[in-house]
């Protein structure tokens, strides 16, 4: 499969990962909306959050966020997951965006 984050994910691609572990790999986004702006991959394909069939891939994800910004001395920080095009996904295996250092409106554009 011609997926991006999967060759992140197994290295296809090298990237500078700022954190991994067995299932999760974070990475900075190419094009960041805040100044700090990371991505929250499984290593696992899955289009989107409509696919996640587990508590645990949901977890495993999830739960890598808080040790990430407590290594990144990040306390506030919005987390977002788009689904679907209208929602503006734009890459088709799901990532949870994780942005901070300035203010963010709500609700979201
Ligand atoms: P979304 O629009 O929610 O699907 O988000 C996709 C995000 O992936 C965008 O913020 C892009 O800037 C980012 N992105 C796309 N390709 C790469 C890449 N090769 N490395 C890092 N971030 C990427
Ligand atoms: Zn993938």
């Known amino acids: 499969m011609d997926c991006i984050f999967c060759k992140i994910a197994n290295k296809e691609i090298p990237t500078n990962l700022i954190y991994e572990d ?7 986004d190419l094009n960041p909306q805040a100044p700090v702006h990371f991505l929250v991959i499984p290593k696992k394909h899955y289009a989107s959050l409509s696919e996640i069939d587990s508590k645990e891939a949901f977890g495993n994800i999830f739960s890598a966020i808080p040790k990430i910004t407590a290594k990144l001395g990040i306390k506030e920080y919005r987390t977002v997951v788009n689904t679907g095009a209208d929602a503006g996904q734009t890459v088709f ?17």
């Open 22 to 28: 067995e299932n999760v790999a974070a990475f900075n």
């Open 93 to 109: 295996h799901i990532h949870v965006h994780v942005m901070a250092g300035r203010k963010f409106n709500w609700p979201a554009g």
